[in-house]
């Protein structure tokens, strides 16, 4: 059998303080006809990683509002991780192609993994990226409805890459990308949703913890807390391009002697690249004191990262290519401005100004670095309209409401209204870039063709008008749905709720 993750537990009450009342209830009447649903979520690493974090905390919330949901891990050697990894960047575009014996291996153990993937009976299975992809062709369907759930910009893929894993996807009834601009191109599928990941305002990496805290634990793993920092906190990967980041400060230094700068990654079990690029860190600052690298194989966990998110001067993501950077949202809720390359969802998280800049060379970076370093009143000002998004858009209890409406539409119903700010659900009206249920009454508009195209931001308009065909790939075609309906055993009232 396939690994179940051990998590823990947490009450979707707990989110009042932070979400509001409002999206706590909203959450509840949601989750109500999906009581007793048994979802199963497969990805490849129960750590070092934006998905891993999200699963550790949407799975306790989904189990607290009735679900019979479940996590469960591929395995595979550090072979086959290194395939994954190589499957990973050329959906990114890399240009590096995949070898007959890659293409072999990735097949071999993702047999093995369809083999152990036990017949349970779930009703929905969300398949994270493309590690476990193939899961559905050589395991089967059964009853159960499928969903891809795809964190990177695969915009641009490596087209043999693409044609090697394109014909997967066919086993599957639904896919979910982070931002409508991310869909590759003559993608298989009808149904294509648009739903952002979140940060969890509860967690240990989150949660509120004083000044004090924060400056005893940067203290004890060796930051200087009585000198100004800027931090980058990400996997050590190419595309986070951390010696970018080394760059920009040894320019921002030059106006700022004292600063600092703290590189803290996470070593995934599914990226054996990472200690490669560890590796280069360490070379090119061999000789800088100032300069801190740690991983969570070296102490620096969820709490140290909050404490230096929290006490950092400048936050600071450089991606070349990114899938979300949920780092920006971390950041933001914690009242750090951030300085981030304009890739994949950050110029969501950063929209018309709020929260920092955008940059787009080392230079930049590290101008903007220097003038938010030179005026404290500016970095709590672009900060505080920063968190206030985030609070709006980027929390757990948005991710889940989300979640359980697609549950919802994908086994058959129609998903109840919200009155906070969801992802658009099957073909009601949406952004195209990312995802949010719009208003064609009052919300922003573009038209092109003859065809209406209605937007929550100008953020998103822009982001739209700039590349019109890369969004226009993510609209809604006509979505094919079944209906649920329930097993031997299951209760009368779910007969109702999901019946044709």
Request: net charge negative; glycine share 8%; charged share 25%.
């Amino acid at each position: 059998m396939l690994q179940s993750v051990d998590i823990g537990t947490q009450s979707v009450d707990a989110y009042r303080a932070s979400a509001g009342d409002d999206a706590v209830e909203v959450l509840r009447t949601l989750a109500e006809p999906l009581r007793g649903a048994r979802v199963l979520h497969v990805s490849a690493t129960p750590y070092g990683g934006g998905v891993a974090e999200m699963l550790r905390s949407e799975i306790p919330l989904l189990r607290d509002l009735g679900l019979d949901a479940h996590w469960k891990l591929i395995r595979g050697d550090n072979a086959f991780f290194s395939v994954t990894k190589a499957l990973h960047n050329g959906l990114q575009g890399s240009p590096n192609s995949l070898t007959t014996e890659q293409q072999e291996r990735y097949l071999t153990q993702s047999a093995r993994n369809a083999e152990a993937l036990d017949d349970d009976h779930y009703d929905v299975i969300v398949i994270h990226d493309p590690q476990p992809l193939a899961l559905p062709e050589l395991h089967g369907r059964d009853e159960a409805r499928w969903i891809w759930r795809c964190h990177i910009d695969t915009s641009e893929p490596n087209p043999q890459v693409w044609a090697f894993l394109r014909p997967f996807l066919a086993g599957y009834d639904a896919a979910v990308f982070t931002v409508g601009g991310f869909v590759p191109p003559d993608f298989p599928l009808d149904r294509i949703e648009i739903i952002p990941p979140a940060i969890d305002p509860e967690s240990p990496k989150n949660i509120e913890i004083d000044h004090q805290l924060a400056t005893r634990v940067l203290d004890w793993i060796g930051v200087d807390t009585s000198r100004p920092f800027v931090t980058q906190i990400s996997r050590f990967d190419p595309w986070k391009d951390p010696l970018g980041v080394i760059d920009a400060y040894r320019l921002a230094r030059r106006e700022a002697p004292n600063l600092q700068l703290v590189l803290a990654g996470s070593m995934a079990l599914d990226d054996p690249e990472g200690w490669d690029m560890y590796e280069q860190i360490h070379d090119a600052t061999r000789d800088e004191a100032d300069v801190h690298v740690f991983t969570n194989l070296t102490g620096v966990g969820n709490i140290e990262v909050n404490a230096l998110q929290r006490l950092a001067a400048v936050v600071i993501q450089k991606s070349l290519r990114e899938g979300f950077g949920l780092v920006v949202s971390e950041a933001l809720w914690k009242q750090t401005p951030v300085v981030a390359s304009r890739a994949g969802g950050i110029p969501l998280q950063l929209r018309d100004g709020a929260g920092g800049y955008l940059v787009d060379s080392v230079p930049e970076c590290a101008a903007r670095v220097v003038e938010l370093l030179g005026d404290a009143d500016q970095r709590l000002e672009v900060a505080g309209r920063g968190r206030a998004l985030i609070r709006d858009r980027f929390l757990l209890t948005r991710l889940v409401a989300d979640s359980l409406r697609l549950y919802t539409s994908i086994l058959g119903s129609q998903p109840a209204p919200t009155t906070t700010t969801t992802a658009a659900i099957a073909d009601e009206p949406r952004d195209p870039v990312c995802g949010v249920h719009v208003d064609p009454r009052t919300d922003r508009q573009l038209v092109l063709g003859d065809v209406t195209h209605y937007f929550c931001s100008r953020a998103c308009e822009d982001e739209f008008a700039s590349n019109p065909e890369r969004f226009l790939r993510a609209v809604p075609r006509l979505p094919w749905t079944r209906h649920w309906v329930p097993r031997p055993g299951r209760s009368a009232h779910r007969a109702r709720d999901f019946g044709p």
